[in-house]
């Protein structure tokens, strides 16, 4: 073998092994992305499962405000929906609704004393409370996954194996605007 050609094959297999390793940190990253999708939807499943039981106690009072309970059954249902089809844009949507609601649910509950007492409702609350706590960690993480696929993808000479091997975008988890605005605590109090 002359010397041109072990030249020329050299620098063939350290290209392929080049062309390897970033392919592998790609298939990395979009596994850290579903991996990361996969966490979030674990806690709004059992978010998704202790708001039904939520509901039902605050049902118990009559007088408790109908219509804040209507609009959570409706907006757990869009974020079911949304997480089953991982429709990540709807997701965010219905996920400020529903967080929305369940401020209010909480706000509106200081209004009856008795409902305040329970023990179911307290624990109950406590329980979501940590869920949303527990989905806003995995929604960070989830980004963070997102922003390095993202960032690998856009770059040279990463950009080339991706296209080749068709690596896609993935999209952030957003916040809609007006869960990033000021919350009007009195106005959660009016009724």
């Known amino acids: 073998m002359s010397m041109g050609s072990a030249i020329f094959w050299g620098v063939v297999l350290v290209a392929a092994i080049y062309v390897i390793m970033l ?15 996969a966490n979030i939807d674990v806690a709004l499943k059992q978010r ?3 708001l039904p039981k939520l509901v039902e106690v605050c049902r118990q009072y009559k007088q408790f405000e109908q ?6 059954i409706e907006a757990r ?4 929906s949304a997480r089953e089809a991982q429709d990540v844009p709807a997701l965010s949507r219905a996920e ?3 967080r929305m609601g369940l401020g209010q649910i909480f706000a509106v509950a200081e209004a009856y004393p008795e409902l305040k007492a329970n023990e179911h409702f ?7 409370s940590t869920l949303e706590s527990l989905i806003s960690d995995r929604r960070e993480l989830y980004n963070e996954s997102v922003n390095i696929n993202n960032v690998r993808v856009d770059s040279f000479p990463d950009t080339l194996v991706a296209r080749f091997f ?11 605007d007006h ?11 009016i009724r």
């Open 23 to 37: 392919y592998n940190g790609l298939v990395q990253l979009k596994h850290n992305v579903a991996k990361s999708w």
């Open 48 to 50: 998704h499962d202790e």
């Open 67 to 72: 219509a804040t309970l209507q609009a959570v």
């Open 77 to 80: 249902s869009r974020v079911q």
């Open 96 to 98: 400020g609704t529903l």
């Open 122 to 128: 307290m624990e109950l609350q406590q329980r979501i």
């Open 166 to 176: 068709r690596f896609g975008h993935h999209p952030l988890l957003e916040f809609a």
């Open 179 to 189: 869960e990033k605005a000021d919350v009007d605590v009195a106005q959660l109090f």
